[in-house]
Each structure stands twice: as structure tokens, then as C-alpha cells.
């Protein structure tokens, strides 16, 4: 068994808005994944974050704030049995975020950062590296020599693009391949990979029509995770909503990867 599948060798999966809005949409979506669990046979990890602290404008909502967040977060756990993941952005918030997260997620700009990747590695939780927009697959082994040399013992690593300006992504799918060289977890974050980052007056833009065709391109290269940002709403997000994957198309573009 691969690190990070479960024992029915499906996929890990990990969906949730992009950021902590309202209880009530941490409701509407969890209510959703539960059912989805249920229906597919599979453990959709919760994700959601207490702190957009990259936003592009400092005008941006940035979310509820470390300690109303991982409260909610909290709630969500124990309410619905959920998983859950969530990104920190400073080494101090490692510990207090791992007594709810199980999976510990390192920002894309931020994986370099020798301080959070061994703050994250210290807690015993499962530590997400996302993959810099300026990095290449291979690249990933060092970040993830910093998370193992500092006592973590499951590391994933996460494709999601790379950008060469002109506010667009490129995903080179080889990545994949060449990061499951170095860990056995490597998750294709879909709906971010189609972003158009700073593309939109102050705010970051995309297209989520390419969403399933970015999942099913990565499951041909081999990877054993997904995740998907996803909100019953995403017009009108607070947060990457123009890549965001409506959560009535949650179900199917999942099923398309079972």
C-alpha cells in the first residue's frame, strides 16, 4: 500500500472551499462530502483555510483568523467525522493548527521555508509540500528533505502549475512522475492549476471549465491524489472563486477518477 491511499487503493481526495466564509457554508459543503463518502465508498479529506495570508490585494477577505478558524474547523470534525486539512503560513501556527488538522498543508510560495516545512514535520501530522510556481518536480526532494531530516514521517507532495507571467499557468504533467520519484503521494490540485493569478483587477482569476480534464490528465500520469477548491456558489466566493469547482459537479468529475 502507497502512503496516503487507503487500503482499497483509491485515491486520497481533498475538497472544501478555499476559504472559511461562514459556518454555514462549512456546513452545506461538509453535508455534501459525507454524502459523497458514503455514495463512492471513499474518505474525502476536508480541506478549508483559517488564513488567505497570499492574497493578491490587501483589500481581500483573508478569512476568519487562526483561532475562530481552527474552532470551526474543529466543529466540522467532530461533527461530521471528517478529515481535515488546512494550510499555515508561519512556523507558530503548525502546532496549534495540528491538534485539529490531521494533514498540515505548506503554501506553494512558501515551500522552501526551512522553519515552517520543520515546524509542520514536527507535529506528527501528515505534511502536504505544494509545488512553487517556480520549481520544478524534481526540485520538490530538497523541501522534502527538510520535512523527513526534521522527524515527519508521511510527506505528500502537490502539482499545481508554473507560472512564466503574463498571469497564466503552465502544468507539465511530467511533474507528477518525477515527484513520485520522491514520495509515494503526489496530488493534482486541480482547480487551482487553472488559475490566472493577479489576471483580474487586484484579485486572481481562472477557468474552471478545465477542472475534470486537469484531473483526468493527472490520473494518466499517476497520480494518487486530488484536490479540489469547491463552494455551491462560486461567483460569488470570497476567495478563488473563478476556479473553484461548483460543488454539484463535485460528485461527478470525483466518480470519473473511481
Not at 478549508?48 to 470534525?77: C, H, I, W, Y
Not at 520544478?136 to 527538510?146: A, H, L, T
Request: aromatic letters at 6%.
Amino acid at each position: 500500500m502507497k502512503e496516503g491511499m487507503k487500503k482499497n487503493g483509491k485515491p486520497v481526495i481533498i475538497a472544501g472551499p478555499c476559504v472559511i466564509e461562514s459556518e454555514l457554508l462549512l456546513k452545506e459543503v461538509a453535508e455534501e462530502i459525507v454524502a459523497l463518502n458514503a455514495r463512492l465508498g471513499i474518505d474525502i479529506i476536508f480541506k478549508s483555510s483559517f488564513d488567505k495570508a497570499n492574497r493578491t490585494s490587501v483589500a481581500s477577505f483573508r478569512g476568519p483568523g487562526l483561532e475562530k478558524g481552527l474552532q470551526m474547523l474543529a466543529d466540522v470534525k467532530s461533527r461530521y467525522g471528517l478529515r481535515i486539512l488546512t494550510d499555515i503560513h508561519e512556523s507558530w501556527q503548525a502546532k496549534p493548527a495540528s491538534e485539529v488538522a490531521d494533514v498540515l498543508q505548506i503554501p506553494a510560495f512558501l515551500c522552501r521555508q526551512t522553519d515552517l516545512l520543520a515546524a509542520a514535520a514536527r507535529t506528527g501530522r501528515v505534511v502536504n509540500i505544494k509545488k512553487a510556481q517556480f520549481l520544478s518536480g524534481r526540485d520538490m526532494r530538497y523541501p522534502v528533505e527538510k520535512a523527513l531530516d526534521a522527524g515527519a514521517t508521511e510527506v505528500w507532495l502537490t502539482e499545481r502549475g508554473n507560472i512564466y507571467g503574463y498571469n497564466n499557468l503552465v502544468v507539465d504533467f511530467c511533474n507528477i512522475a518525477d515527484m513520485l520519484d520522491i514520495v509515494p503521494c503526489v496530488v493534482m490540485d486541480c482547480t487551482h492549476s487553472v488559475q490566472r493569478p493577479g489576471g483580474s483587477n487586484g484579485t486572481t482569476g481562472g477557468d474552471r471549465r478545465f477542472v475534470p480534464q486537469m484531473a483526468l490528465a493527472a490520473k494518466a500520469f499517476g497520480a494518487t491524489g486530488y484536490f479540489f477548491e469547491t463552494h455551491p456558489d462560486p461567483d460569488h466566493a470570497l476567495s478563488d472563486g473563478p476556479n473553484m469547482l461548483p460543488l454539484s459537479h463535485l460528485g461527478d468529475v470525483v466518480a470519473s477518477l473511481l
